[in-house]
């Protein structure tokens, strides 16, 4: 019967036809002996591992292509050589993807031995690393990037003085290069396409590497980057493209703090962007859009649904890994934007579902630790002011991603952690973590998150002030005066996102120096900022931190009154744990029926 079927089904339905037909075939493999018979059940069980992989179904995916390895063993590498290749490549990616890694190694190996190009062997090394990048395991990520690129002759340091020497010097003879060159911008938009296919590959490996080497080694990214800006202009246009523009105008921006000449490179990447034809590129570049560019100079909630494109395009095209990225920056960006606690957490449910359903752990570290402090202030903790849960998942996350080693998931947990202890007044805390964990901030730069690190912990210092001896001062305000430097260099960007942080900041700064009613002035100057807005969150730090300021010199009353907006404003966001805190600290301030 399902020969029959097998055999009236037309060519262009088999796709549609491959889960029935290969289904009923499993248990009945023994019985096709015919060589035709079994070449052409192989192509259909092919077909329907693609199809099981390409819907996230890893276990499926490898009974069918193990099935398809059998009934091709007749032919094998001399016999069918595309066909085997095809087979073993996408059974590799499956094992890997349904966590056996010693079987997709070693189908992986099997590809390497029998590879016919340097190119093949390429493609190979392509599909590994981005295996590996997928699971955030981004040191091996690189090491197979290293061996990939000797192929072609391409070579990166590996010793990270050297590395560090080569990067700055590259990174200044671009600079110079492209700071005359974004005269002619519309001269490099047109540029021929590349159609050298060797060219191709490699730009798209580069593309991975580069976002590997940003979790790992920053110096090392320059180079990446700067190999694939080389390729752009000695062979043309490449899908990667955008991305390596994308790169150099984050570097620009973000690490050089250069805004007029990295606000050109990100739009000269908007424009290169709709010349890349492979989603899955394209998919990359629309979240460094997204997560490293719009906010240093739109308002912080006017992309969230560009995110959320991008989010369904990742788990539509099997990108696990940038689903979890872009969702970590829509959680930070809705909550930046200041709507209730309780709405973002609905928001994300659906995307966290998924990373769970698709065993993607690496994308669930970097987006779980700030649903986490969304819990812990809204009281939905089991312990009063506590982010973790009963199942201890912090605990657990933060030795997983500890072992692993990813320096950006680490920095996010820092962040996170860091931003928890402050809305319950741990001060002394906020500065402790933030110390410990300012190895990881480098990588970081450019997300929003280096806003809230950098707000929270030059609050905490102001509000730490008095307690610290004459040592910690001098070193503690370096810190904030660095900090605020930096804030209203943002400020000046984008008022709208930055202006209420920046005049919380200098409130502070002249509260240390002793000028009462500047202080006064510059309190209800980041009120007004927040509210205009919508910033509820950094309202209400701003009313609690004036109401503070007041406590401690006496004005009792005034303090009543900041204090009770700061609450409202907490009551009204959603952070009902943080308002019980307060009720705590100050019950004669607070002594109302809410």
């Given at each position: 019967?399902?020969?029959?079927?097998?055999?009236?089904?037309p060519?262009?339905?088999?796709?549609?036809?491959?889960f029935?037909?290969?289904g009923?075939?499993?248990?009945?493999?023994?019985?096709?002996?015919?060589?035709?018979?079994?070449?052409?059940l192989?192509?259909?069980?092919?077909?329907?591992?693609h199809?099981?992989?390409?819907?996230?179904?890893?276990?499926?995916?490898?009974?069918?292509?193990s099935?398809?390895?059998?009934?091709?063993?007749?032919?094998?590498?001399?016999?069918d050589?595309?066909?085997?290749?095809?087979?073993?490549?996408?059974?590799?990616?499956?094992e890997?993807l349904?966590?056996?890694?010693?079987?997709?190694?070693?189908?992986?190996?099997?590809?390497?031995?029998?590879a016919?190009?340097d190119?093949?062997?390429?493609?190979?090394?392509?599909?590994?690393?981005?295996?590996?990048?997928?699971l955030?395991?981004?040191?091996?990520c690189?090491?197979?990037?290293?061996?990939?690129?000797?192929?072609?002759?391409?070579?990166?340091?590996?010793?990270?003085?050297l590395?560090k020497?080569?990067?700055y010097?590259?990174?200044?003879?671009?600079f110079?290069?492209?700071?005359?060159?974004?005269?002619?911008?519309?001269?490099?938009?047109?540029?021929e396409?590349?159609?050298?296919e060797?060219?191709?590959?490699?730009?798209?490996f580069?593309?991975?590497?580069?976002?590997?080497a940003?979790?790992?080694?920053q110096?090392?990214?320059?180079?990446?980057v700067?190999?694939?800006?080389?390729?752009?202009?000695?062979?043309?246009v490449?899908?990667s493209?955008?991305?390596c523009?994308?790169?150099?105008?984050?570097?620009?921006?973000s690490?050089?703090?250069?805004?007029?000449?990295?606000?050109?490179?990100?739009?000269?990447?908007?424009?290169?962007?709709?010349r890349?034809?492979?989603?899955?590129?394209?998919?990359?570049?629309?979240?460094?859009?997204?997560?490293?560019?719009t906010?240093?100079?739109?308002?912080?909630?006017?992309n969230?649904d560009?995110?959320?494109?991008t989010?369904?395009?990742?788990?539509?095209?099997?990108?696990?890994?940038?689903?979890?990225?872009a969702?970590?920056?829509?959680?930070?960006?809705?909550?930046a934007?200041g709507?209730?606690i309780?709405?973002?957490?609905?928001?994300?449910?659906?995307?966290?579902?998924f990373?769970?359903?698709?065993?993607?752990?690496?994308?669930?570290?970097?987006?779980?630790?700030?649903l986490?402090?969304l819990?812990a202030?809204?009281?939905?903790?089991p312990?009063?002011?506590d982010?973790?849960?009963?199942?201890?998942?912090?605990?657990?996350?933060?030795?997983r991603?500890?072992?692993?080693?990813?320096?950006?998931?680490?920095?996010?947990?820092?962040?996170?952690?860091?931003?928890?202890?402050?809305y319950?007044?741990?001060?002394?805390?906020?500065?402790?973590?933030?110390?410990?964990g300012?190895?990881?901030?480098?990588?970081l730069?450019?997300?929003?998150?280096v806003?809230?690190?950098?707000?929270f912990?030059?609050?905490?210092?102001?509000?730490?002030?008095?307690?610290?001896?004459?040592?910690?001062?001098?070193?503690?305000?370096?810190t904030?005066?660095k900090?605020?430097?930096?804030m209203?260099?943002?400020a000046?960007d984008c008022?709208?996102?930055?202006?209420?942080y920046y005049?919380?900041m200098?409130?502070?700064l002249?509260?240390?120096?002793?000028?009462?009613?500047?202080?006064?002035?510059?309190?209800k100057d980041?009120?007004?900022?927040a509210?205009?807005?919508?910033?509820?969150?950094i309202?209400?730090?701003?009313?609690?931190?004036?109401?503070?300021?007041?406590?401690?010199?006496g004005y009792?009353?005034m303090?009543?009154?900041?204090l009770k907006?700061?609450?409202?404003?907490?009551?009204?966001?959603?952070?009902?744990?943080?308002?019980?805190?307060l009720q705590?600290?100050?019950?004669?301030?607070?002594?109302?029926?809410k």
């Amino acid at each position: 019967y399902f020969r029959i079927l097998l055999k009236n089904t037309p060519k262009e339905k088999l796709s549609d036809a491959a889960f029935d037909i290969t289904g009923h075939f499993t248990n009945g493999l023994y019985l096709v002996t015919s060589a035709e018979e079994k070449k052409e059940l192989a192509k259909l069980f092919l077909l329907a591992g693609h199809k099981a992989k390409d819907s996230t179904s890893y276990d499926l995916a490898v009974i069918y292509l193990s099935n398809a390895l059998k009934l091709n063993a007749d032919f094998g590498w001399s016999g069918d050589y595309a066909m085997t290749f095809d087979i073993y490549i996408t059974l590799g990616e499956s094992e890997f993807l349904d966590n056996d890694n010693d079987k997709a190694l070693y189908y992986f190996g099997e590809l390497l031995k029998y590879a016919k190009t340097d190119l093949e062997k390429l493609k190979i090394y392509y599909v590994q690393s981005s295996l590996y990048l997928k699971l955030s395991k981004t040191k091996e990520c690189l090491v197979i990037g290293r061996k990939a690129m000797r192929l072609f002759n391409i070579h990166f340091p590996e010793k990270p003085w050297l590395i560090k020497l080569k990067a700055y010097w590259v990174m200044g003879k671009y600079f110079l290069n492209f700071s005359k060159n974004m005269k002619r911008a519309q001269e490099l938009l047109q540029q021929e396409a590349c159609k050298d296919e060797q060219v191709i590959e490699i730009n798209k490996f580069l593309v991975d590497m580069s976002t590997a080497a940003y979790q790992e080694n920053q110096e090392l990214m320059l180079l990446v980057v700067f190999k694939n800006v080389d390729q752009f202009l000695e062979h043309g246009v490449t899908d990667s493209s955008g991305w390596c523009f994308s790169s150099f105008a984050f570097v620009t921006l973000s690490v050089l703090g250069l805004s007029k000449k990295g606000f050109s490179l990100w739009d000269l990447t908007a424009q290169l962007s709709p010349r890349t034809k492979s989603e899955s590129t394209k998919v990359k570049v629309d979240y460094l859009l997204d997560a490293m560019s719009t906010h240093w100079r739109r308002p912080v909630d006017e992309n969230t649904d560009r995110i959320l494109e991008t989010i369904k395009k990742c788990n539509l095209n099997g990108f696990p890994h940038y689903s979890g990225y872009a969702t970590t920056n829509y959680i930070s960006k809705k909550i930046a934007s200041g709507i209730p606690i309780q709405t973002v957490l609905d928001l994300s449910t659906d995307k966290v579902e998924f990373l769970k359903k698709v065993k993607h752990i690496s994308g669930l570290d970097f987006t779980v630790p700030k649903l986490q402090v969304l819990k812990a202030l809204s009281g939905q903790t089991p312990q009063f002011g506590d982010w973790e849960d009963e199942s201890n998942v912090m605990q657990k996350l933060y030795e997983r991603i500890t072992e692993h080693g990813n320096q950006s998931t680490l920095g996010h947990y820092y962040c996170s952690k860091l931003t928890m202890l402050f809305y319950f007044g741990k001060y002394r805390d906020v500065i402790d973590v933030s110390n410990e964990g300012r190895v990881y901030f480098p990588f970081l730069v450019g997300q929003w998150v280096v806003v809230e690190w950098e707000f929270f912990n030059s609050i905490a210092i102001a509000a730490q002030y008095p307690k610290f001896t004459a040592n910690e001062k001098k070193t503690h305000i370096k810190t904030f005066k660095k900090s605020l430097k930096q804030m209203k260099k943002w400020a000046e960007d984008c008022p709208e996102n930055f202006d209420s942080y920046y005049f919380l900041m200098l409130a502070e700064l002249s509260a240390i120096e002793g000028k009462f009613e500047e202080t006064l002035t510059l309190f209800k100057d980041s009120i007004k900022a927040a509210s205009k807005s919508g910033f509820r969150h950094i309202e209400a730090i701003a009313n609690q931190r004036a109401a503070m300021f007041l406590l401690q010199r006496g004005y009792d009353k005034m303090a009543e009154s900041f204090l009770k907006t700061a609450w409202d404003l907490f009551q009204d966001w959603g952070a009902h744990a943080v308002c019980k805190d307060l009720q705590i600290k100050y019950p004669l301030l607070l002594s109302i029926d809410k």
